[in-house]
């Protein structure tokens, strides 16, 4: 059930993650080979789909024990959750040639997920976005970060261990602050040189060690623009597996309007009134487009733009 009225995309899983059940490897075992239980396919970081009734995707689920054949043991298999009383199990399938050419033939297609997203139910394309963070971890955590060991699978996927030295490490997840900055009636949005011409985002950076999310909002408007945060409020989060973060999505006030871009981070900045905003969000004003619909810059500055 959703804690806010409000979710971003990828937010919003909605399998019980049961993680009481994950030590419990008779358990694991036993969903993993009922007939009942469900399997999710991700391939080289695509995800499975098939067309659903409304002309959209959906999730393609594929039954658990084929799941199993298509791994190579627990490295490439993750416990998600349950749907009532289902299991749901991912797999990630390794190999250079499409597995629709091939065991999945018939069952549906593999596509990017960022490029699909709105057009799944937002509830899968959160237990998607799950299952793409989860095995991207695994992937860039293979060796023990204190003796350099191979570490290996435990607790269905949600933990790995060092056999060597016995430390344990846990999927990360790194805290972004995204903020739209907002001096009176204007806000103001910043420009990439690499982004598509004539795009422009909120302000956005790493939380660092020792900070509070509102000190790193202060911070990056202030390394970023040469602006003073004076009092900062929360928006929403969304998780970003690309490849774990979580997009912590602010409003931030500012006691000036003198911005100036870094000239690293960004190459422009420009304030935007409120009537600018609400346009800009809407696709129609000249010159300057806002990030994507599934993005919470997007929606960071449409709640602006619809509070005047």
């Known amino acids: 059930m959703p804690l806010d009225a409000f979710m971003n995309t990828f937010a919003g899983n909605p399998l019980d993650r049961a993680s009481e059940r994950r030590r419990d490897t008779a358990w694991i075992a036993e969903k993993l080979a009922s007939p009942d239980s469900l399997g999710v396919a991700l391939w080289n970081g695509r995800v499975l789909v098939e067309k659903a009734k409304d002309g959209g995707s959906q999730i393609a689920y594929i039954p658990a024990g084929m799941a199993r054949e298509l791994s190579s043991g627990a490295e490439q298999l993750l416990f998600m959750g349950l749907w009532q009383d289902t299991a749901v199990f991912a797999v990630d399938v390794d190999g250079d040639a499409d597995p629709v050419d091939g065991p999945l ?6 596509e990017d997920l960022r490029a699909i997203a709105l057009a799944l139910p937002p509830t899968d394309a959160a237990i998607l976005a799950t299952a793409k963070q989860m095995f991207e971890w695994r992937r860039r955590h293979r060796y023990c970060a204190v003796c350099g060991q191979p570490s290996e ?5 949600w933990k790995r261990v060092c056999p060597a030295c016995k430390s344990e490490h846990f999927p990360r997840t790194d805290p972004v602050v995204i903020m739209l900055a907002a001096k009176g009636d204007r806000c103001l949005l910043g420009r990439q040189a690499a982004w598509p011409k004539g795009m422009y985002s909120a302000l956005a950076g790493f939380l ?12 990056e408007l202030m390394e970023e623009a040469a602006l003073r945060a004076t009092k900062v409020r929360y928006h929403s989060t969304q998780p970003w597996p690309y490849p774990s973060s979580l997009m912590i999505g602010l409003i ?3 006691e000036n309007e ?3 871009p870094d000239q690293t981070e960004l190459e422009e900045v420009r304030w935007f009134t409120r009537e600018e905003a609400r346009t800009l969000v809407a696709g129609g004003l000249p010159g300057a487009r806002a990030p994507g619909a599934m993005a919470i ?7 602006w733009a619809e509070e005047g």
């Open 105 to 110: 033939q018939g069952m549906g297609r593999f």
């Open 208 to 219: 660092e060690p020792g900070e509070t999310i509102e000190e790193a909002c202060a911070r």
């Open 258 to 260: 003198d911005a100036a």
């Open 252 to 254: 931030a006030e500012v």
């Open 153 to 157: 699978v435990a607790e269905a996927g």
């Open 297 to 303: 810059a997007y929606q960071l500055i449409k709640a």
